[in-house]
């Protein structure tokens, strides 16, 4: 079969450079995944190639130029995961109320339409469970949420705990106050609140206890009330812990609760206060939840297959490595 050239043409040079990509990268993504030749003269892009190579490719195209139009980030990470989705017959452009916006920053955009179901529900419901295995960005989603809600003064605080399983929750003989005991435990937040706040907003924030941190068990007595609370690796909270944590709900108040319930730190035998929460609580009005798979792994392509390597392995040897 014959190859052709299929011209798009669009209006912004400046938009055109950036789909493109450093160094071309971006370019080189698209060509290698669906075999096809691109060049991006002005305001123009030629794809030459076969019939269903090109009609894929140029419908990726206009999905790039199009989040770049609207200020949308788009990219190496955000390009993978459009290809793996157009390798599915997915591709499509998030709604524009299913992104997670920030005054003076370039919102937070869905990569999967996993992520995208569970943006919609952290806007709205009040309580979210986002599961799933590593890399999925659940964790990043349900942080970048309440950063933004922050951000855009819709609540006055965002409150993080994490169960301190590997410290027994007795994290008294560490060196220093709370925030420094615990800090360790919440690296991944802290992670995600710089990405998407900035370092210097984070300890401004941090400083005025408009930010806080704190192990699981601190949780205990405590009405949690304007405020968005992440209850992350919530797979190692006991049932008699996530009750505590759910009953603190206050008025003004959304939680996101994250975990893998496949990889529980607890003692084996017991119970995973996020298992047993799913099953007690579903159907229940103003509860949702997303479960995550392989196919949401965002992070580096490998990851994925990873994790589909060890879930073979696991279902050979009933579940013991």
């Known amino acids: 079969m014959a190859k052709q050239t299929d011209i798009l043409e669009f209006d912004d040079a400046d938009l055109v450079k950036k789909l493109c990509g450093p160094n071309h990268a971006i370019l080189a993504l698209i060509e290698e995944a669906f075999d096809v ?23 990726l ?9 609207r200020g949308w980030p788009c990219g190496i990470n955000d390009v993978r995961a459009l290809i793996k989705a157009i390798g599915k017959g997915k591709v499509k452009a998030a709604a524009v109320d299913a992104i997670i916006p920030f005054p003076r920053r370039a919102p937070i955009v869905p990569k999967t339409p996993r992520q995208e179901t569970f943006i919609r529900q952290l806007q709205q419901e009040t309580i979210i469970f986002g599961v799933g295995p590593a890399g999925t960005g659940k964790t990043f989603l349900a942080t970048a949420y309440g950063a933004s809600l922050l951000a855009r003064g819709e609540v006055q605080r965002f409150i993080a705990c ?19 005991k615990v800090d360790p435990y919440m690296q991944p937040i802290w992670d995600s609140l710089n990405a998407v706040l ?41 049932p008699s812990q996530m009750k505590m944590l759910l009953t603190r709900l206050g008025e003004r108040a959304k939680y996101a609760v994250t975990g893998d319930v496949t990889q529980s730190d607890l003692p084996r035998g017991q119970i995973s206060g996020l298992a047993h929460a799913l099953k007690i609580l579903k159907g229940i009005k103003g509860i949702a939840s997303t479960e995550f798979t392989v196919d949401d792994v965002v992070r580096h392509p490998l990851v994925g297959k990873i994790i589909t390597a060890y879930e073979a392995d696991a279902s050979k040897s009933d579940g013991i490595l």
């Open 61 to 69: 195209v206009r999905e790039i130029y199009q989040r770049l139009e």
């Open 162 to 180: 994490r169960p301190a399983v590997e410290a027994g929750e007795r994290l008294g003989f560490l060196p220093g106050d709370m925030n420094e």
């Open 37 to 59: 030749y691109i060049e991006a003269p002005g305001t123009s892009v030629h794809i030459n190639g076969d019939s269903v190579s090109r009609t894929r490719a140029a419908e």
């Open 198 to 238: 900035g370092r210097d907003e984070v300890e401004r924030r941090k400083a005025s206890g408009e930010i806080e941190v704190a192990p699981l068990a601190f949780m205990r007595g405590r009405t949690l009330g304007d405020a968005f609370v992440v209850i992350d690796e919530a797979q190692n909270a006991t």
